[in-house]
């Protein structure tokens, strides 16, 4: 069995042996191991339930592949909606002709996500298609995610109000930045930024400080999430160019690529918004929580006017919509 | 915004609206009206969680589409496995050039089924990929469920006992011949048996029904999940081939075509293995049922000896096998 056919698809041995040979090798648990179609979980209080499909392509690249991502994607939209990330479900759909190693490593990928993430994968589903390109099939990954939320924990951009600071976790750009370099075969040091922000957001929690929104920010870049809260609290985001992280190799390439790190995508970034006392020491833990040594206040709230501003390094302001036509294609 | 294009994946302002004019406006709840990435709902005692992927080509044929199918499958897996379906996730990946009609028109039919299923679709995911067949643009659905199971209900194959009876809710291969016959451009009466089997199940259970096992009867056919449980309970099972409800078109598009209804997939019927003494009880309820009308007792339980074995119309005695090989393609 080295490569996927349609019977591995079929729901009869194949599956079984796929099942068996990959899936329950790599993610095995007792929820997963009882072989059931649904898998039956313990549960409390509120639940947070997410779903995400991943179709990106390169399936590997610098910095974490299509397995790693599914985890991560599913784990920071729940950690966002405030909840601690317990399940995932996984739906895999195979194109007919993919090398089982590839799948293997995906499946591994996603195992180690999970155990750095504290989330059991309890239920899955495989599937088989005919492959777009025949000469390169691929695979496609649904993650759905559920996680508890405490009952007093209320996020809402309802509470987004004058004065509050804008932080930014890390860097922006440096997925995007990093598939399209791996498809356009530029070699440079760019490495995506995948990675499940638990640490930071359950630090931030531990230490008490009040939230008013948090979002990951991925497909459509921060300047796209920004209008949407903008929109959603009717509150003006005012940013400072100045202070938005953009590594020095993401920032040479958007350059001569002619792109904008605010519209780039990201797999392990998120975006606070929360009272401005609270700030610095709000800052101060992100950057001691893993993946967050380069985050930055870049901005505050203000109650006059919508929209997301930004003042420029010369002292401009411009307005910042949000992102229009398609970004790249399949980064996630 | 007549057809998919990339940009309804980008997760910018195309994607707004397609999620604003499709998604919402169909399946408009106060979960997913919320517009956050993870949905919070309620939660309470066990859970159950499950996923599947739908591929399912034609994406409309008799008696269903991918849009009521995606809905069903995911529904009947919870209900199987004890629970009672409360919440869904969508993901949708979406071949360019797709007809937005073709979109509404299945997620129109997941909405129905979500109705009749007492299910809410409370957190969703839009992607777009290139087609694999630029002529004719398709679409897959994921969906996860998440259901409540009481403390007290468990089933489990190690409960499947000396002299069970074995019950089938009703006709089998209509989904699959259903399928094939579109394929084919064969004109019959054939109609698929797409259904939510929520309400025999929560009629057994109220009637205090015990059940031993259960199991909707899909992909690999009744024979591989017979099989299925025979490995996991020890037990052998004797079925009856006269007992096997199958419809006389369903039994004529078999005869014609070389195909047996044992390995032919469904998408509305359910296995139910239960005390004997219960067994006509149970009968008359699931015929009282919606989508029961045609349920049998097929055969029993022994201790003695593993594997299928069905006793036929001139009285031999065959094994019956899981499913080798492929099944037909894309039938889910």
Do not use: W
């Amino acid at each position: 069995m080295s490569r996927i056919d349609r019977t591995h698809g079929s729901g009869g041995v194949s599956t079984s042996g796929l099942i068996r040979d990959i899936f329950q090798k790599e993610l095995s648990n007792v929820y997963l191991d009882s072989m059931c179609d649904s898998a039956i979980v313990p549960g409390s209080s509120r639940l947070a339930v997410t779903t995400d499909s991943f179709v990106i392509r390169p399936l590997f690249y610098a910095g974490g592949d299509i397995g790693s991502l599914a985890v991560c994607g599913t784990v920071n939209d729940l950690l966002v909606a405030g909840a601690s990330p317990e399940y995932l479900t996984a739906g895999f759909i195979l194109e007919e002709g993919l090398d089982t190693e590839i799948l293997r490593q995906a499946v591994h990928s996603m195992a180690e996500s999970a155990k750095e993430s504290g989330v059991s994968i309890v239920a899955g589903d495989t599937k088989v298609i005919e492959p777009s390109d025949p000469s390169d099939p691929g695979l496609i990954i649904n993650t759905a995610g559920v996680g508890f939320v405490d009952k007093d924990f209320v996020l809402s951009p309802s509470k987004i109000s004058d004065g509050d600071s804008v932080i930014i976790s890390g860097s922006l750009g440096d997925h995007h930045a990093a598939i399209l370099s791996s498809r356009l075969s530029i070699k440079n040091n760019i490495i995506s930024d995948t990675a499940p922000l638990c640490d930071m957001i359950s630090n931030l929690k531990k230490e008490g400080i009040e939230l008013h929104a948090m979002r990951d920010v991925t497909r459509g870049g921060l300047a796209t999430i920004l209008n949407e809260l903008s929109d959603a609290s009717g509150c003006r985001m005012l940013l400072e160019e100045t202070s938005i992280p953009v590594s020095p190799e993401v920032s040479s390439f958007c350059r001569i690529l002619g792109l904008d790190p605010l519209y780039m995508g990201n797999e392990g970034k998120c975006v606070f918004i929360l009272p401005r006392p609270d700030a610095e020491r709000a800052l101060s833990i992100i950057q001691k929580s893993r993946y967050g040594e380069c985050a930055a206040i870049i901005g505050n709230v203000s109650s006059t006017g919508k929209g997301v501003v930004i003042r420029t390094a010369i002292g401009g302001e411009k307005t910042v919509g949000p992102l229009y036509g398609e970004g790249l294609p399949r980064i996630c």
